[in-house]
């Protein structure tokens, strides 16, 4: 498992969520009928305290986390979130250990 979330990213955490530093965001599978990594799953995300952490990490007053039981949608997978500049968008990519980017 691979995280990388660059600072555009967490600076959009941070106006969407309108939320003060320093806060907790839960990164987990929703299910939607639809999904770039596993058929019919999205990345999701929400302001929780966390509960059973498998993985963390923190960018610029933000801690990002998966709980352990979420931990099977990030397996041999590299997840980067970033902003699309031209739609002022969070973007969200993965990279399986095949090198396939989604």
Same mark, same amino acid.
């Given at each position: 498992?691979?995280?990388? #979330?660059? $600072?555009?990213? +967490?600076?959009?955490?941070?106006?969407?969520?309108? @939320? /003060?530093?320093?806060?907790?965001?839960?990164? @987990?599978?929703?299910?939607?009928?639809? *999904? +770039?990594? /596993?058929? *019919?799953? %999205?990345?999701?995300? %929400?302001?929780?305290?966390? *509960?059973?952490? +498998?993985?963390?990490?923190?960018?610029?007053?933000?801690?990002?986390?998966? $709980? %352990?039981?979420?931990?099977?949608? @990030?397996?041999?997978? $590299?997840?980067?979130? %970033?902003?699309?500049?031209?739609?002022? $968008?969070?973007? #969200?990519?993965?990279?399986?250990?095949?090198? /396939? #980017?989604?």
């Amino acid at each position: 498992m691979f995280l990388s #979330i660059d $600072e555009k990213a +967490a600076a959009w955490f941070t106006q969407e969520f309108d @939320f /003060h530093k320093p806060f907790t965001v839960r990164m @987990f599978p929703q299910y939607t009928g639809l *999904g +770039a990594k /596993h058929k *019919g799953y %999205s990345l999701a995300f %929400s302001l929780e305290t966390p *509960g059973n952490i +498998a993985f963390s990490k923190e960018v610029n007053g933000i801690t990002f986390f998966v $709980e %352990s039981n979420d931990l099977w949608f @990030f397996e041999d997978t $590299e997840t980067y979130l %970033s902003v699309d500049e031209n739609l002022d $968008e969070l973007t #969200i990519k993965y990279r399986n250990e095949n090198n /396939h #980017i989604h």
